[in-house]
Structures are given as C-alpha cells and as structure tokens.
C-alpha cells in the first residue's frame, strides 16, 4: 500500500502558467496551496507560523502536479529568521525544495521569472548528465555570445556585463567591469558584485541566497555572484529613473571587512591593495 504524499496538488491557474522544458510552472502559490496536512514531528506553531510563507514560482511534476521546488524573492527587509526555521522544519518533513533569493531588485522585475527558467535548464542539463564526469558543467558550457565574442553561454550575468560596457561607453560608469565575491554560508551562499561610477562612487548590489535542500547543479556560491551582478544590470537600466544609492570607496572597503569578519576565509584580489 502506498503512502499518500505530503505535498498537495497544485490547481493550476491556466491562464497564469508556463512551461519549462518538460516543467509546469505556477506562480505565486502559499505553502498551505503546496502541503496538504500537518506532517509529523511539525508543532502546530511551528505550522501555521510556516503557512504565512508565500513563493513566487513553484515547478511542478507535469504529470501528477505535485510541487517539487519553489523559488521565493525576498526583499532584505522582510527576512523573517523565525519564520524560516519554521519554513525550514516543514520542507525538511515533507520534502519540498525551496530556494530564497534575498535581493532588493530582482524579484520585482522580469529577471524573476527569467531566473526560474534558468534554475530549470540547469536542473534539467543535472539531470540529463548525471554519471559524467568529464563534460562542463551547465554554467562552464563555452559557446557564442549575443555580441559575437565566445563565452559562456549560460551566465546569468552577460547582459549585465555588457550593459556595463555600454555604460563606459556613455560615461555613466568610470571602469566598464562588474567585480564580484562570493562565500558559503550555512544556509545558503551570499554574492557581491558592484562597479566604479565616476567620482569614487560606486554601485553595490548584494544577493543572499537562502537554501532548504535546492540544487540545481550549479554551487550556490557562484550562483548568487551571478545573480548579483545581474542585480547590477538591473540597476544600471534605473540610473536615470531611480537613482541607486551609492558607495564611497571607504564604504565599500568598510562593509568588505564587516563581510571578511563573519568569513575568515574570504580574499578578494580588489581588496587586497586597499
């Protein structure tokens, strides 16, 4: 006899879905659309605490419509630590995925839904060679870029970089390279990348990524470099709109000793000289 999941099928909104590869892909879906009953060994406060919890894509079998992975972005001012150790509590139970990309920009635009694609193709390519050890991995696959130059082609990050040089171009930026960083966390992994604008200003963006046992294949560390520095391609479309808001270079160097302080182990080239 076998035993009824824990997950809830999801009732797909037709006209709100999309494909991905052999994925159907929901948007914005509450845990409590996602599990269908209190598992076992989850306290009923640490359950309803967990159903507050929102996702904004969830991937799902398309077979039997059962949610296998959720992306949620999360603006840095609304990380809640206690809800997600209840978060944390109910997906380890009922074995959900659940990755949370922590940023103040990506989520609110069409980079959001760009991104789950992308999650999906590397998952995809995971799986499809799976027992090979001797091919690149989905983000060192080398081919042809937009502008004609090799490179690789499955960097989030490429646009972003070309924007960047557009914007030296244009005199809106005093060094056309994105720069970036990034550390393993417990939870996660966070990212940095930021450019140097004229004056000694510079732009900043920072992506922490929040894992609930997620994989896709690509380390997470270099995943939210890559997703920083298209957070900073975002913000280079906005400069005239919406000004960001900007780093002396003492500043940069002061939040990099505050970030080496929490990681020892942390040496960035850039900073070394500083």
Known sequence: MSIPSPLRPVATAEERLFARGRWVVQPDQRLSQLVARRPEGVSPNQWNTAL????????LDPATRLPVFAVEFADPAAEDERLDRMLATVCGAVGLEWLRIVSPIIGGTTQARRTVEYLIDARAFRDATAGDGEGPGFRDIVGRLPDGRDGFVNDLSTLARAAAVDAYVGRDLADPIIRGLHVSTPDGAEGWAWVELPEGRHLLERVRLVTHGFDCGIALDRLAEDLAALAVGERLKRLEI?????????????????????????????FAPL
Not at 52 to 59: G, P, Q
Not at 243 to 269: E, K
């Open 52 to 59: 507050r919890t929102r996702c904004d894509f969830v991937a």
């Open 242 to 270: 919406a000004p960001p808001v900007w780093l002396s270079r003492d500043d940069l160097v002061r939040a990099y000793d505050r970030l080496q302080g929490r990681h020892p182990g942390l040496n960035s080239p850039f």
